[in-house]
């Protein structure tokens, strides 16, 4: 990321607003991982569904445990389900899309194009609990099935920005001081698409924290530990007598995260947006 | 006699339209040697950069098909080797520059990065030799503060100073023969003079030979010794600057010479065009190719093709020369 495309971020007020949220979450996270946070998360401290008080900010849950230590933990659940699933599934898509477009209309990416197909035709939550099933209750099951599916996006976005890329003149200066084709690919042709990875990549990360929460919801996602989506699980036969704390923690949270996200991803869109800088 | 640089012998490159071969390069073979610099003009779309293409063996795989009797470099077929082999002469042994410095160069690298990679693929060597080399580089291609330009992105630079760092991308590894692709074409008056001033600068320095293809007559001038006319993928002339300038004598290359506007004190005199249009390369008429619109064709020039009248290769391919 250069100076330039900072500075462009830095005026965008709604995407620093969403920086600065997303940062929040993400000290969290690591103070969750670094023992600091959130540890007593299993800890019955209070009696059942306590009020919000000095001691328990948000309440307490049918077995008194404190939400406010529950949702921190589900913090760093969500960062590691969705920098683990957006890691994975930009670099599987990204190599595998990458080829397709490089080698387009060839066997290579017929293969790609027809593997995307089949995955992108399976419903996800079918999917999901197939793999579960599959895996026997791994907890990588809810991982697995995201990476394998979500990669589909980032391939198909990845390559139609290669094939447009590869027929720049530089990647002809390329092979013009002899550089073989796939080494060209991930030196020049892949670099120039860092825009849109970084982009995807913010997509992807909301999309994988939604999902784990619907997927959590389910029963398919977190087997160990506590995640929004369980939290939300937990509300929804809680909300009928009355008691809002798991709701409103965990819900308010979600829709914070996710909106912080989103506003960033448009701003980083905005930001990276080079096209007529070199014509 | 010496061995020359670049020795170009009966290439052919055409590609095939609903089953027709339709040729763009047309048996065509000349040489250049070390330390001389040999124009290749001719209007857009007869052929000079598929000529230049060939030559690197740099044409799409699919759709074209290439022959030649032999393409030598310092006495060396490269025309026979296999990819991997041929990957290792481009850009060391011979190197292309490109005519719009704005899209050859990669964007998300420095220009420093980008030659760096160049001697880096084909020498190897340390951190600190790359980067000597490539500061010696951007240095000797005439830039002042080398250490700027070498971390400066291709869209903080100049046209002209993009040219410069695509000339230095070229000459990094010191090789035999540069191909000049119309390298000053997108350029301004006195950004191209630098530019022509320094490409015959390090063209001296190397001794390397330079096939410079343009379609300015006025610009290969300044740069060439020897030049060479193209016209529909063949050659029409092949003969030295002065002698063409002084006395054409193909009737193409008279056309194309009346097509300068000259400045004078007195009245100007009107700019002539040559009559008629350039063929489509699917539709090129029998014998000679310059006929329809030659003033001085007979009938032999549109049933047989002539051949060049010098003994080596050179001179005008014309039946009725000026």
Redesign the interface.
């Known amino acids: 990321m250069?100076r330039d495309t900072w500075q462009r971020l830095k005026s965008d007020r709604f995407g620093m607003g969403g920086l600065i949220v997303v940062s929040v979450f993400a000290l969290i996270a690591l103070g969750v991982w670094s023992g600091l946070l959130g540890q007593d998360w299993s800890e019955v401290s209070g009696q059942h569904f306590e009020g919000a008080s000095a001691e328990h900010w948000f309440g307490t849950n049918l077995i008194g445990q404190d939400i406010l230590q529950r949702t921190l933990f589900g913090t760093a659940t969500a960062f590691e389900v969705g920098l683990l699933v957006t890691v994975c599934s930009t670099l599987l898509g990204t190599v595998l899309g990458g080829l397709a477009g490089w080698y387009s209309h060839g066997w290579l990416d017929e293969i790609i194009l027809w593997l995307k197909g089949v995955l992108d035709s399976i419903p996800f939550y079918l999917f999901a609990a197939a793999v579960a099933f599959a895996l026997q209750g791994s907890p990588w099951a809810m991982h697995l099935a995201m990476i394998v599916t979500f990669w589909t996006t980032t391939a198909r976005i990845i390559r139609g920005e290669v094939m447009r890329i590869k027929e720049?003149?530089?990647i002809?200066?390329?092979?013009?001081?002899?550089?073989?084709g796939i080494k060209t690919i991930f030196?020049?042709v892949l670099?120039?698409t860092?825009h849109i990875l970084l982009v995807q990549g913010t997509i992807v990360f909301v999309a994988a924290i939604n999902t784990e929460v619907i997927l959590s919801f389910l029963g398919l996602g977190i087997q160990d530990g506590v995640s929004w989506g369980l939290m939300l699980a937990e509300s929804s036969q809680e909300v009928l007598g009355g008691h809002f704390g798991n709701f409103i923690a965990a819900g308010s949270s979600l829709f914070l995260l996710m909106m912080g996200f989103n506003l960033l991803a448009d701003a980083l869109q905005d930001a990276l947006d080079?096209r007529g800088?070199?014509? | 006699m010496k061995t020359p640089a670049l020795k170009v012998d009966d290439l052919s490159v055409w590609f095939e339209k609903s089953g027709v071969r339709v040729p763009v390069v047309d048996h065509i073979s000349f040489t250049i040697n070390a330390g001389d610099a040999t124009g290749l003009v001719g209007e857009s779309g007869c052929g000079k950069t598929m000529t230049a293409m060939a030559i690197?063996g740099?044409l799409p795989a699919s759709g074209f098909g290439v022959s030649c009797a032999g393409i030598e470099i310092n006495g060396r077929d490269i025309s026979r080797l296999n990819?991997?082999r041929?990957?290792?002469?481009?850009?060391?042994d011979i190197?292309?520059i490109?005519q719009?410095p704005?899209?050859?160069?990669?964007?998300?690298?420095t220009i420093g990065q980008q030659v760096g990679?160049?001697y880096r693929?084909?020498f190897g060597g340390g951190k600190k030799q790359v980067r000597q080399t490539m500061l010696e580089t951007l240095e000797s291609v005439g830039f002042k503060q080398a250490d700027d330009i070498a971390a400066a992105?291709?869209?903080q630079l100049s046209g002209g100073m993009r040219q410069l760092a695509?000339i230095a991308?070229a000459t990094v590894c010191k090789p035999a023969i540069i191909i000049a692709d119309e390298p000053t074409t997108a350029l301004d008056g006195s950004t191209r003079t630098l530019i022509l001033h320094q490409l015959k600068h390090l063209q001296a320095l190397h001794r390397a030979a330079v096939l410079f293809i343009s379609h300015d007559l006025g610009v290969v001038r300044q740069i060439c010794r020897n030049v060479m006319v193209m016209y529909c993928g063949r050659i029409m002339e092949s003969t030295d600057c002065e002698s063409l300038f002084s006395h054409a004598r193909h009737p193409y290359s008279a056309g194309l010479l009346s097509c300068i506007p000259r400045i004078s004190a007195g009245r100007p005199e009107p700019v002539s065009a040559i009559p008629g249009q350039v063929p489509s390369a699917g539709d090129l008429p029998a014998g000679c190719h310059f006929a329809p619109r030659c003033t001085r064709a007979e009938a032999r020039c549109h049933d047989s093709v002539p051949e060049p009248d010098d003994q080596t290769g050179g001179g005008a391919a014309c039946f009725r020369p000026l």
């Open positions: 250069t720049r003149e530089f002809e200066a390329a092979r013009a001081i002899g550089l073989p030196r020049h670099p120039n860092y080079t800088l070199l014509g | 690197l740099l990819a991997s041929r990957r290792a002469i481009l850009g060391r190197a292309i490109f719009q704005a899209t050859a160069l990669d964007p998300v690298f990679a160049v693929r084909h992105y291709p869209h695509m991308m």
